[in-house]
């Protein structure tokens, strides 16, 4: 029996190794690939003119989405960034999905909004429509109050109630840059085979708002908030934009993205009792296009950027990325039949293979690693050098994406341009291995127990006002 268990432990702590050897060689690759897209849009950029796109009548009309629900700490800052974007014609759709605090009496009252008789068309299914509101001091701008169905059922809403061939998707408690809609639109401008465009977002926590305005940018004050601006840095500026050059990005996020209209719809919009609602639709567009052989691309760009707010606390990222990993897992599920399937090239043979692999099955064996190991160690399983080895990957994971990204962004982006900034976040990519990367990778794997025992819920956020300091 002690032989058995012996060999079990030793099994697990092989896998685990295996995984991060694997892991970080995966990594390196999409570092190796992320650098030279950036390097190629940089000098795309140097002789591209795109404020020119400012005044022009020859911009493709966009349809802005805003879920909201119980969003009254922010949805007024948010609306009021999206009405002063430079942008030649754009509407902005804000669904309230039957929220339960002030986010559509502060709308109404906000913005003087009337209610008015609209009929729309259901391309997509939603739940009931109570009433649409419009104000005569925007043009562009609507609230459509609705029953609660979750955020794809608002999405899927905004949808119908569209006018629009490009619809943009973003969350209630997030601001663009003025320029933002401009960047996000160009690609579709240039190549029609362009169905859907991701943008940048980033930690919005000590940034200073003025009248839905960013006018200063800042890192957080909080240890928690620089842990997760160093991660989503990461995030976008590796995974997102190697992803995109290999053209296998499997991912928009939900708080910043753009899609034709007509690819949403061929692919049934927004899948309501799914989770992950944005992997889910680009996973969805993916299997439509191919299924249809049509020619489609799916970019990713680094500066059109969206401002977001992040957890504030252990409790909220706790449930926060816990929600994520459910998401991941339902969409990977719902999709099983595309992964090491030829017909869906390489997001069957490649992306989808490597999210099974690395991001649903790899965080179960690196959490019983960081458990096992230690054990068999005092065991006498082990050794010291195999323990050494483990957790040298362990840092040389997180150091070779944090440093990675943020040299990416000092060199590419500059939106922290202070050499405090600079070497506050280098600290926290160092220390970010030391306890916030295992918090989030046991995360996870108790997100994928979750899964299987059926408990999924969004659950809630607490949000808080956008920082102001009057001029």
Same mark, same amino acid.
């Given at each position: 029996?002690?032989?058995?268990?012996?060999?079990?432990?030793?099994?697990?702590?092989?896998?685990?190794?295996?995984?991060?050897?694997?892991? $970080?060689?995966?990594?390196?690759?999409?570092?190796?690939?992320?650098?030279?897209?950036?390097?190629?849009?940089?000098?795309?950029?140097?002789?591209?003119?795109?404020?020119?796109?400012?005044?022009?009548?020859?911009?493709?009309?966009?349809?802005?989405?805003?879920?909201?629900?119980?969003?009254?700490?922010?949805?007024?800052? $948010?609306?009021?960034?999206?009405?002063?974007?430079?942008?030649?014609?754009?509407? &902005?759709?804000?669904?309230?999905?039957?929220?339960?605090?002030?986010?559509?009496?502060?709308?109404?009252?906000?913005?003087?909004?009337?209610?008015?008789?609209?009929?729309?068309?259901?391309?997509?299914?939603?739940?009931?429509?109570?009433?649409?509101?419009?104000?005569?001091?925007?043009?562009?701008?609507?609230?459509?109050?609705?029953?609660?169905?979750?955020?794809?059922?608002?999405?899927?809403?905004?949808? +119908?109630?569209?006018?629009?061939?490009?619809?943009?998707?973003?969350?209630?408690?997030?601001?663009? #840059?003025?320029?933002?809609?401009?960047?996000?639109?160009?690609?579709?401008?240039?190549?029609?085979?362009?169905?859907?465009?991701?943008?940048?977002?980033?930690?919005?926590?000590?940034?200073? &708002?003025?009248?839905?305005? &960013?006018?200063?940018?800042?890192?957080?004050?909080?240890?928690?908030? +620089?842990?997760?601006?160093?991660?989503?840095?990461?995030?976008?500026?590796?995974?997102?934009?190697?992803?995109?050059?290999?053209?296998?990005?499997?991912?928009?996020?939900? %708080?910043?993205?753009?899609?034709?209209?007509?690819?949403?719809?061929?692919?049934?919009?927004?899948?309501?009792?799914?989770?992950? #609602?944005?992997?889910?639709?680009?996973?969805?567009?993916?299997? $439509?296009?191919?299924?249809?052989?049509?020619?489609?691309?799916?970019?990713?760009?680094?500066?059109?950027?969206?401002?977001?707010?992040?957890?504030?606390?252990?409790?909220?990222?706790?449930?926060?990325?816990?929600?994520?990993?459910?998401?991941?897992?339902?969409?990977?599920?719902?999709?099983?039949?595309?992964?090491?399937?030829?017909?869906?090239?390489?997001?069957?043979?490649?992306?989808?293979?490597?999210?099974?692999?690395?991001?649903?099955?790899?965080?179960?064996?690196?959490?019983?690693?960081?458990?096992?190991?230690?054990?068999?160690?005092?065991?006498?399983?082990?050794?010291?050098?195999?323990? %050494?080895?483990?957790?040298?990957?362990?840092?040389?994971?997180?150091?070779?994406?944090?440093?990675? %990204?943020?040299?990416?962004?000092?060199?590419?982006?500059?939106?922290?341009?202070?050499?405090?900034?600079?070497?506050?976040?280098?600290?926290? %990519?160092? &220390?970010?291995?030391?306890?916030?990367?295992?918090? +989030?990778?046991?995360?996870?794997?108790?997100?994928?127990?979750?899964?299987?025992?059926?408990?999924?819920?969004?659950?809630?956020?607490?949000?808080?006002?956008?920082?102001?300091?009057?001029?």
């Amino acid at each position: 029996m002690r032989n058995v268990i012996y060999g079990i432990l030793m099994f697990i702590n092989s896998l685990s190794l295996a995984y991060m050897i694997g892991i $970080t060689l995966t990594y390196i690759i999409q570092i190796l690939f992320s650098s030279r897209a950036l390097e190629k849009y940089n000098k795309e950029q140097r002789y591209s003119d795109y404020r020119r796109y400012i005044s022009s009548s020859n911009m493709i009309p966009v349809s802005l989405i805003v879920p909201a629900y119980n969003e009254e700490a922010t949805i007024i800052q $948010t609306v009021r960034n999206l009405l002063k974007l430079d942008y030649q014609e754009y509407e &902005i759709i804000v669904i309230n999905d039957g929220s339960k605090d002030g986010t559509l009496k502060l709308l109404l009252e906000s913005f003087s909004m009337i209610p008015i008789e609209q009929p729309y068309r259901k391309s997509v299914q939603n739940k009931p429509v109570r009433r649409v509101y419009r104000t005569a001091l925007h043009g562009n701008l609507i609230v459509v109050d609705k029953e609660n169905g979750g955020k794809a059922d608002a999405l899927n809403t905004g949808i +119908n109630f569209s006018r629009y061939p490009v619809v943009v998707s973003m969350d209630a408690d997030s601001v663009l #840059e003025k320029k933002a809609l401009i960047r996000i639109m160009a690609p579709f401008m240039k190549d029609y085979s362009v169905v859907a465009v991701g943008g940048v977002v980033r930690i919005s926590s000590g940034c200073v &708002i003025v009248d839905g305005e &960013i006018v200063e940018i800042n890192l957080p004050k909080s240890v928690l908030g +620089n842990l997760q601006t160093v991660e989503y840095l990461r995030s976008f500026f590796t995974g997102r934009i190697g992803a995109a050059s290999m053209e296998m990005l499997l991912i928009i996020s939900g %708080a910043f993205g753009a899609f034709r209209k007509d690819a949403l719809l061929a692919a049934g919009g927004y899948t309501t009792n799914c989770i992950g #609602e944005d992997m889910e639709v680009v996973v969805k567009i993916h299997r $439509t296009m191919r299924n249809a052989k049509k020619p489609y691309k799916i970019h990713f760009l680094p500066d059109p950027i969206c401002w977001t707010q992040p957890p504030e606390n252990l409790k909220d990222l706790y449930k926060q990325r816990k929600r994520w990993q459910i998401g991941l897992i339902n969409v990977l599920l719902r999709h099983k039949d595309m992964a090491f399937n030829p017909k869906y090239g390489k997001t069957g043979m490649v992306m989808l293979p490597y999210y099974w692999i690395f991001e649903f099955i790899g965080p179960i064996f690196e959490t019983l690693g960081y458990i096992l190991i230690p054990i068999s160690w005092w065991l006498g399983i082990i050794g010291w050098p195999f323990i %050494a080895f483990f957790f040298l990957l362990v840092v040389m994971i997180g150091l070779i994406l944090s440093l990675g %990204a943020l040299l990416q962004e000092s060199y590419a982006m500059r939106r922290f341009p202070k050499t405090r900034h600079l070497l506050l976040m280098t600290f926290y %990519a160092l &220390i970010d291995n030391f306890g916030f990367r295992q918090f +989030n990778t046991v995360i996870r794997f108790i997100g994928a127990i979750r899964y299987h025992q059926g408990k999924e819920s969004w659950g809630s956020m607490q949000r808080k006002k956008f920082t102001e300091k009057m001029p």
